[in-house]
Structures are given as structure tokens and as C-alpha cells.
């Protein structure tokens, strides 16, 4: 069983469209970090979340945690070739990190 | 900046052979950790550490065996290698608080034929 359920698991969209990644749980997390990993190399974080509620902006990328510190989202606007790639979230409890399946990008041009 | 420095980058192991991933952390993190990446797959932790003498399983540990007998190292065993094993193994270490991050080292490829 998954502690993070991630979805959708892949996504084809073409450039310039709008797209929303979700990862959801029934347990509380301290933290919830969003990662983004290229092919053969590790996973780098790209944002972490800390309060309920909390929004933050990475140029087109938007990411909220839930008000219950159970969920969060990733949304990008107007998608970018260069946005291709898997995304991770990863929920902490007491220092360890559990991440979602991931959800694989593919923004065609 | 080296980071999280994982050796080797890529291994083949024949069925039932043993072999050591080595892990090591220039950061004086305290949290040092093992995942396991299967293919378009996320990450499941394996072992982790909170400090030099301490591990603790986490979600997958069977099968592999790990120590850390200082604050920088923390290396993975796996004593007797099955196929199930075939994976990409990541090795992260993070530093005490709850508004941290997992820096990861660039990974081990192994397959076990």
C-alpha cells in the first residue's frame, strides 16, 4: 500500500496547456515537498510546503498544501517542453520521507 | 559541492552474490536514508538512519542489511542478490527540522541476472 497516492500517473499535453498533479493521503505530514527527477539522475526538490493552507509560486508552477496537511497539488501554467520530466511528492513524518508513484510529464511542442 | 556521492553507478550481479552500495554525505547530516526506484516508479525507502549507530527499517528492508558507523557514511548490503532486486538504488541524507529537504545522490543501477 501507498502512504501518497499520486495521479494521474502519466500525462501527454501540448505546449502552452494548463495541467494539475495531485497527491493525496490519509495521514498528516510535518512537510510535503514536491521533487522533480530526470532520466538517470536523482530527484531534486523543487518546493517544500509547511503550514495547512500554503501556497507557493515557482514561476509557472503553483503548488498549495492542503488546510488538514494531508494532500497537496502541483499546477503549471502554460506548459513548456522543458517541463517534461517525472514529478514526485513526498510527505515527511518525523524526518522521513515517503513519496508518491510519481506522475511522468510529457509536454509535446 | 560533492554533495551525496554514491559508488558504483552501475552493477550487474549474478544470483546470489553479495555486494555493498557505498553511500557517503559532506553535508554533517544527521538523517541518512536508502530508497529503491523501480522503473516509472517512485521511491521506497528501504533503511534509514538518525545518527551514527542508529538505523531502523523502513518500507521494503528485506533483503539488505545497512550501518553507519559515522555520520558520513551509511552503505547498503545486499547479501544474497535475487532478480527481485534489479533496480535503481538511491542513496539521500537531510538535515534535522521539519522544514527540510532529501538531498539524493545520482544513483546505483543494479541488475541481478
Known amino acids: 500500500t501507498q502512504l501518497l497516492e499520486q495521479s494521474p500517473q502519466f500525462l501527454s499535453i501540448q505546449e502552452g496547456e494548463n495541467l494539475t498533479v495531485y497527491c493525496n493521503s490519509s495521514?498528516?505530514?510535518?512537510?510535503l515537498q514536491w521533487y522533480r527527477q530526470e532520466p538517470g539522475e536523482g530527484p531534486v526538490l523543487l518546493v517544500t510546503?509547511?503550514?495547512?493552507?500554503e501556497v507557493k509560486k515557482l514561476k509557472r508552477l503553483t503548488f498549495q498544501f492542503g488546510d488538514a496537511r494531508k494532500d497537496s497539488s502541483l499546477h503549471i501554467t502554460a506548459a513548456q517542453p522543458g517541463d517534461t520530466g517525472l514529478y514526485l511528492c513526498?510527505?515527511?513524518?518525523?524526518?522521513?520521507?515517503?513519496f508518491g508513484s510519481g506522475t511522468k510529464l510529457n509536454v509535446k511542442p | 559541492n560533492a554533495g551525496v556521492t554514491q559508488t558504483p553507478k552501475f552493477r550487474i550481479l549474478k544470483i546470489g552474490q553479495s555486494m555493498t552500495l557505498q553511500c557517503a554525505q559532506d553535508?554533517?547530516?544527521?538523517?541518512m536514508y536508502w530508497y529503491r526506484q523501480d522503473p516509472g516508479m517512485g521511491l521506497k525507502l528501504i533503511y534509514y538512519?538518525?545518527?551514527?549507530?542508529?538505523?531502523d527499517k523502513g518500507e521494503v528492508p528485506n533483503g539488505y542489511n545497512v550501518s553507519r558507523s559515522t555520520t558520513e557514511d551509511f552503505p547498503l548490503r545486499l547479501e544474497l542478490a535475487a532478480p527481485s532486486q534489479t533496480s535503481v538504488y538511491f542513496c539521500?541524507?537531510?538535515?534535522?527540522?521539519?522544514?527540510?529537504?532529501?538531498?539524493f545522490g545520482q544513483g546505483t543501477r543494479l541488475t541481478v541476472v
Open positions: 539521500a541524507s537531510s538535515s534535522i527540522g521539519t522544514n527540510t529537504e532529501a538531498f
Open positions: 495521514s498528516v505530514f510535518s512537510s
Open positions: 510546503v509547511v503550514t495547512g493552507g
Open positions: 513526498a510527505g515527511a513524518i518525523f524526518n522521513k520521507f515517503y
Open positions: 553535508m554533517n547530516h544527521n538523517y
Open positions: 538512519s538518525v545518527g551514527a549507530g542508529i538505523t
